[in-house]
């Protein structure tokens, strides 16, 4: 599979999601790169990836890739867990640049608690990937890990309404509450945005931790090592969405980026 365009420094970072989650990564990549022009992708239409087969995610991934590669990227940024989770091998396998994946952070909740017992909130399609087992199965031995499928979150937060998850939230974290976990990982870039309202049900001594820093901090250091880091631009983003345009300038405005170039678009 082919690159197009000639990539250099001043190329942009390409990211892409199953919709408007990956926002929640863009904003620490961009608050670390401020340099750095990037090209967000919002498959808006194809989610929640979540609870599609694996073939499906694959493919939806390699369609995204395909489209951030004819506009120049020099590095991909997978901003789902979902799709890292299922696709990135795949990803890795076929095309001949760099990609940064996202996976729960279990490594720093597990390192962290105090307890000894930690919960990840994420998809069906991550928690059933080989990635995901093969990672939990190494806290295993000393950590007690216990996942909650976020079903029907995911399609929520795409209908922009972030409000309506509260019930659905409350049924997820409850066991996790009972089981004492100290820490709870939010296995999805969606789950970001839910943070205010998971921190109005669980006690406050739990820790959410989510995984955009460490991200930010990754494609930091690889696009160093590429020498692609680009340290003389003032960033220029482009937004494209499959779906809704209006909910993604609003989510836009949440995070508190100003910019015309956001864009509906089949891909
Ligand atoms: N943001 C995606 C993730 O991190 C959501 C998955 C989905 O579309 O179900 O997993």
Known sequence: MNTTKKISSS????VFDSGLGGLSIWKE????LPNESTIYLADS???????KSRQAIIDFSIKNTEYLLSKGCKIIVVACNTATTNAIKVLR??????????????????????????GVLATKGTLSSELFIATSEQ???????????????????EAG???ATKP???????????????????????FPFLIPIIKSIVP??????????????QTKNILEQHHLLNTTNTGNHVFYTNGNLPLLQSFLKQIEIQTESVFFEEF
């Open 139 to 157: 806290f295993r031995n000393s950590k007690n890990i216990f996942e909650v499928e976020g079903a029907g979150l995911v399609a929520l937060i």
């Open 161 to 163: 309404k972030i409000e």
């Open 93 to 118: 396998a076929n095309y001949n640049i760099p990609f940064i994946g996202i996976e729960p952070a279990i490594k720093p909740a597990a390192l962290q608690s105090k307890t000894n017992r930690i």
């Open 29 to 32: 990549i961009n608050q670390l």
């Open 204 to 217: 406050a001594h739990i820790q959410i931790i989510d995984s955009g820093e460490a991200v930010a901090k």
């Open 168 to 190: 659905l939230l409350k049924k997820y974290l409850q066991p996790l509450i009972n089981q004492d976990v100290d820490h709870i990982v939010m296995g999805c870039s969606h």
């Open 11 to 14: 190329s942009p970072i390409g």
């Open 45 to 51: 239409k194809n989610a929640p990836y979540g609870e």
